[in-house]
T-cell receptor, first 115, second 116 residues
Framework: AQTVTQSQPEMSVQEAETVTLSCTYD???????LFWYKQPPSRQMILVIR??????QNATENRFSVNFQKAAKSFSLKISDSQLGDTAMYFC????????????FGKGTRLHILP | GAVVSQHPSRVICKSGTSVKIECRSL??????MFWYRQFPKQSLMLMAT?????????EQGVEKDKFLINHASLTLSTLTVTSAHPEDSSFYIC????????????FGPGTRLTVT
């Protein structure tokens, strides 16, 4: 069975700073996707970034980038130039390729961006 | 972009009654939809996978007779909480995967259920 672990329940950073959210996962699968989702106070789940396990290059989306270490089963999210609108709950998630499309979520990290 | 809606956004019902929550894919067809439950300040817990035209697949520990799922069309899945009790109060979220279009799932805005 797959598991996703987020070891930081809550974090706070000043606006414009860079912050890194940690995530580790456990799986015996070789083909899978990893995701970071954002859930703001509205509770709407928003896909921030995704990474295909077969790709060695780390995914980047504007101010958001990941550090994907497949051997270590680590998938951290870096937010650069943080903004007040980045305040949200962030979930790391795993999905096996070619399976039942189930997404397994970590417990989340609550991120506060301070003015 | 792909949009998923949920109705109602919030509902209050009395203990013992049933309540239905709808999940619709507005601009795409979804063979598969997923239903999650989220308690305050917790993660999303998958309840069941809804497949169009067939029975839903429930996760271990989820009572299929209590949480009835129907996926009657490629754009609509419903979750009915039967004989609701206060412990069923929660935030319910659905997601939908576009038929034949890879892996991405699109999430609805959620439904807050309060059972009094």
């Amino acid at each position: 069975a797959q598991t996703v672990t987020q070891s930081q329940p809550e974090m706070s950073v000043q606006e414009a700073e860079t912050v890194t959210l940690s995530c580790t996962y456990d799986t015996s699968e070789s083909n899978y996707y990893l995701f970071w989702y954002k859930q703001p106070p509205s509770r709407q789940m928003i896909l921030v970034i995704r990474q295909e396990a077969y790709k060695q290059q780390n995914a980047t989306e504007n101010r958001f980038s990941v550090n994907f270490q497949k051997a270590a089963k680590s998938f951290s999210l870096k937010i650069s130039d943080s903004q007040l609108g980045d305040t949200a709950m962030y979930f790391c998630a795993f999905m096996k390729l070619g399976g039942d499309d189930k997404i397994i979520f970590g417990k989340g990290t609550r991120l506060h961006i301070l003015p | 972009g792909a949009v998923v809606s949920q109705h109602p956004s919030r509902v209050i019902c009395k203990s013992g009654t049933s309540v239905k929550i709808e999940c619709r894919s507005l601009d795409f067809q979804a063979t598969t939809m997923f239903w999650y439950r989220q308690f305050p300040k917790q993660s999303l817990m998958l309840m069941a996978t809804s497949n169009e035209g067939s029975k839903a697949t429930y996760e271990q520990g989820v009572e299929k007779d209590k949480f009835l799922i129907n996926h009657a069309s490629l754009t609509l899945s419903t979750l009915t909480v039967t004989s609701a009790h206060p412990e069923d109060s929660s935030f319910y979220i659905c997601s939908a995967r576009e038929s034949g279009e890879g892996y991405e799932q699109y999430f609805g805005p959620g439904t807050r259920l309060t059972v009094t």
